[in-house]
């Protein structure tokens, strides 16, 4: 009996030991085809790389990634692309631990649910049997069934679904935006060169300037000279202003 209590009182293996005994016991087949599965999950699901459910807290994302990166570490792991999985792994856990991004997964899945919730209460006005069961049990039956493989499995392709259609607008705003700036970008160039032509014209006005003067100067200094045999008109008499007179060339 005392060697019992003994044994029972004594301490365990820590969970570094036992990550390591569990590691030394995969086959290098296993760290194959957890390299395959993490290069074959949809991208924009974080929760997907470390294979948890959407429901997992930070410290359940903190175990799992340190189980899976040194399941397919590169240097314990040959497979040729093992670098490329542990490199995904860790930017999954580092999204998953930005409140963020966390923040935005999380309400895609909540979107997610509650299409698929919305979905069913339509198939239940039809099914009139599953109905009833589901007044009767006080929601403890819908609440098995999202519990079930096949709600998982439904909300897994229903969140992919609206992940997509999420980083398909955002890459399509990035692209109106793109195109805003570059028309921006277009429109100040042309300021820059209009502003920058009145400016050398501007300047080569200015250079002319003497050159304009000097000849207007020439021009007042020597007058209009009268050709020969041409006749001036004559001055207004200034004692009657309101009448003038003009002389007119005389026939001969």
């Not at 044994?7 to 293996?13: C, G, I, L, Q």
């Not at 760290?31 to 997992?56: A, G, H, M, Q």
């Not at 499995?153 to 990035?174: A, I, N, S």
Request: charged share 40%; net charge positive; with cysteine.
């Amino acid at each position: 009996m005392g060697e019992t209590a003994t044994s029972a009182a004594a301490p365990t293996p820590d969970e570094d030991l036992l990550l390591k005994n569990f590691l030394a016991e995969v086959s290098e087949v296993e760290r194959d085809n957890e390299v395959t599965r993490i290069l074959s999950c949809f991208k924009l699901n974080s929760f997907e790389y470390l294979n948890l459910p959407f429901d997992s807290s930070p410290d359940d994302v903190k175990r799992q990634y340190r189980k899976l990166s040194l399941l397919v570490h590169p240097d314990k792991c040959k497979h040729p692309q093992a670098k490329e999985a542990f490199a995904a792994l860790a930017k999954a856990q580092q999204l998953l631990h930005d409140p963020q991004e966390r923040e935005y997964l999380l309400n895609q899945v909540h979107s997610a649910k509650e299409e698929l919730r919305a979905k069913r209460k339509k198939q239940l006005k039809k099914d009139t049997a599953t109905k009833l069961k589901s007044l009767v049990d006080e929601g403890k039956y819908e609440q098995e069934y999202e519990r079930s493989d096949e709600f998982q499995q439904q909300l897994k392709l229903k969140v992919r679904e609206l992940l997509t259609d999420q980083e398909w607008r955002r890459r399509k705003m990035q692209i109106r935006i793109s195109e805003e700036e570059g028309r921006l970008k277009k429109d100040e160039e042309e300021s820059k060169e209009l502003w920058k032509r009145k400016r050398e014209h501007e300047e080569q006005w200015e250079d002319t300037r003497e050159n304009r003067v000097s000849s207007w100067r020439d021009f007042m200094k020597g007058g209009k000279k009268v050709k020969k045999g041409e006749l001036r008109p004559p001055k207004l008499k200034t004692e009657d202003p309101n009448k003038s007179y003009v002389q007119r060339p005389v026939q001969r």
